[in-house]
Nanobody, 122 residues
Framework: QVQLVESGGGLVQAGGSLRLSCAAS????????MGWFRQAPGKEREFVAK????????YSGNSVKGRFTISRDNAKNTVYLQMNSLEPEDTAVYYC???????????????WGQGTQVTVSS
């Protein structure tokens, strides 16, 4: 049982940067693979990035490679998403998720946060 709370969303101009945080409850945070997803109004949920339990392996979606970086601090029970060179197309609600395995379909994430809004203006 994992509880996730996202923070750090807001309004930013195109070309700017933003860092999202996801705080997890409990003492077993290091046992979970963590991921970020996003969903814009009227659009399907989209995979953004994931990170292994130790933080030694990451994988990002094609739409954000080279711009977004996922990281984690197990001592703080927190996973981050550093977003650079933001574009209006990045506007969406961003969700944090957790599961036991690094590999698997996007539909197999077990726990989800409430989401945080990111709005990028032109």
């Amino acid at each position: 049982q994992v509880q996730l709370v996202e923070s750090g969303g807001g309004l930013v101009q195109a070309g700017g940067s933003l860092r999202l945080s996801c705080a997890a409850s409990g003492r077993t945070f290091s046992g979970y693979v963590m991921g970020w997803f996003r969903q814009a109004p009227g659009k399907e949920r989209e995979f953004v990035a994931k990170i292994s339990r130790s933080g030694g392996a990451t994988y990002s979606g094609n739409s954000v490679k080279g711009r977004f970086t996922i990281s984690r601090d197990n001592a703080k029970n927190t996973v981050y998403l550093q977003m650079n060179s933001l574009e209006p197309e990045d506007t969406a609600v961003y969700y944090c998720a957790a599961r036991l395995n690094f590999y698997g379909p996007d539909g197999t994430w077990d726990y989800w946060g409430q989401g945080t809004q990111v709005t990028v203006s032109s």
